[in-house]
């Protein structure tokens, strides 16, 4: 009963995040690692840019809601890069370090994010400064070479908090992996 409950939850979530525009991201062979393509779909009323605002900032994709003001607050943000350590659970522990070399009184939690197709642990993060943030770690698998996160930041008092939570979950939900690159649209071209 519990395991039809989680997948009518996860159909659920995808079939919410196809109400907006796609998100594409892709990158070409590098070394041993394939060429990659993610693929998912941004909430309803938010802006998916791979090309534009992500390459400015050096990550895959962004996702964010209204008009780009380059504030990390409330936006959704998707990196990849080569598997070069051993397990997820090696991401998460060196992200938690990173974070707790520039915030040492910052708390976090990690938990475990459900996704049909690839395992995704998250890293949520109470920072002393009162901004949150939530990483969600996920492994297409040893073949594709490659891991990803979604990341958003919010601060601790944020009115909007759990729907642009749940938001994020939902995209996390809907990503998918493809190996190879894929050819983006003229308009997402620099």
Same mark, same amino acid.
């Given at each position: ?49 791979? +090309?534009?605002?992500?390459? /400015?900032? =050096? $990550? ?10 380059? #504030?990390? *607050? @409330? ?62 770690? +996920?492994?297409?698998?040893? /073949?594709? =070479? $490659? ?10 008092? #944020?009115? *909007? @908090? ?29």
């Amino acid at each position: 009963m519990r395991s039809i409950l989680l997948a009518l939850l996860l159909l659920l979530a995808a079939t919410q995040a196809r109400a907006g525009e796609p998100i594409m991201a892709s990158g070409a062979r590098d070394g041993a690692t394939p060429a990659w393509t993610i693929i998912g779909t941004a909430p309803d009323g938010w802006t998916a840019d791979c +090309c534009t605002y992500a390459r /400015a900032i =050096g $990550v895959a994709a962004v996702v964010y809601r209204g008009e780009w003001t380059g #504030e990390p *607050q @409330r936006v959704m943000v998707l990196n990849v890069w080569p598997a070069k350590l051993p397990a997820l659970e090696a991401e998460l522990a060196a992200d938690r370090t990173r974070y707790h070399q520039h915030d040492p009184a910052g708390r976090d939690t990690t938990m475990a994010i459900p996704h049909p197709h690839m395992r995704c642990l998250a890293n949520v993060y109470e920072g002393s400064d009162h901004i949150d943030d939530m990483v969600v770690f +996920c492994d297409p698998g040893q /073949a594709s =070479g $490659v891991r990803l996160s979604w990341s958003m930041t919010l601060g601790a008092n #944020e009115s *909007q @908090r759990r729907p642009l939570l749940d938001a994020l979950l939902r995209v996390v939900a809907g990503t998918a992996y493809r190996r190879g690159a894929t050819a983006l649209p003229a308009s997402a071209q620099p």
